[in-house]
């Protein structure tokens, strides 16, 4: 699944902008939230096939991969090339790319907040003109367009 994460702001339609912005920071923690538990069940399935292998060395199962009595290393680098292993780490790689895609977005949707809060704080000091729709222009704008006419 993946989530779009949309930076631009329309200054003049900060109501739509504010109510979007809240839809999106629910659903990118949402999706923070389920690539964090897919993180952990990843963990916990290396945990079990570490133990898996550990345990079928000390019993003898693959005692044609060693010579002599296996060692703390041997069984480290026997464990690392096991498929189960592999596939594993590549599900908790993934699921980790995943995470901190989504600690990003929501690190950008603060940003965006705070962006927001400061364009609303302006409107509400009339920055963007008298509220009557006459400019779309910052006030500030405006003046300096009057001035180069006078």
């Known amino acids: 699944m993946s989530i779009e994460f949309d930076t631009e702001i329309d200054k003049f339609n900060l109501d ?18 389920e690539a964090e538990h897919r993180v952990r069940v990843c963990e916990q ?17 693959h005692d044609d991969h060693f010579d002599g009595k296996p060692t703390a290393q041997g069984i480290e ?14 599900a908790m790689i993934k699921a980790q790319k995943r995470a901190d895609d989504c600690r990003q977005k929501i690190f950008g949707s603060n940003h965006k907040r705070n962006a927001l809060e400061l364009l609303v704080k302006l409107y509400l000091t009339g920055y963007y003109g008298s509220g009557n729709n006459e400019s779309t222009e910052p006030v500030s704008d405006r003046k300096r367009h009057k001035r180069r006419s006078h």
């Open 45 to 61: 399935k290396e945990k079990e096939i570490r133990s898996k292998i550990i345990l079928e060395v000390h019993q003898g199962i």
């Open 77 to 90: 680098a026997f464990f690392r090339v096991q498929e189960d292993h592999i596939h594993s780490k590549r």
């Open 16 to 33: 739509e902008e504010l109510m979007q912005q809240v839809s999106q920071f629910g659903m990118i923690g949402d999706a923070l939230t």
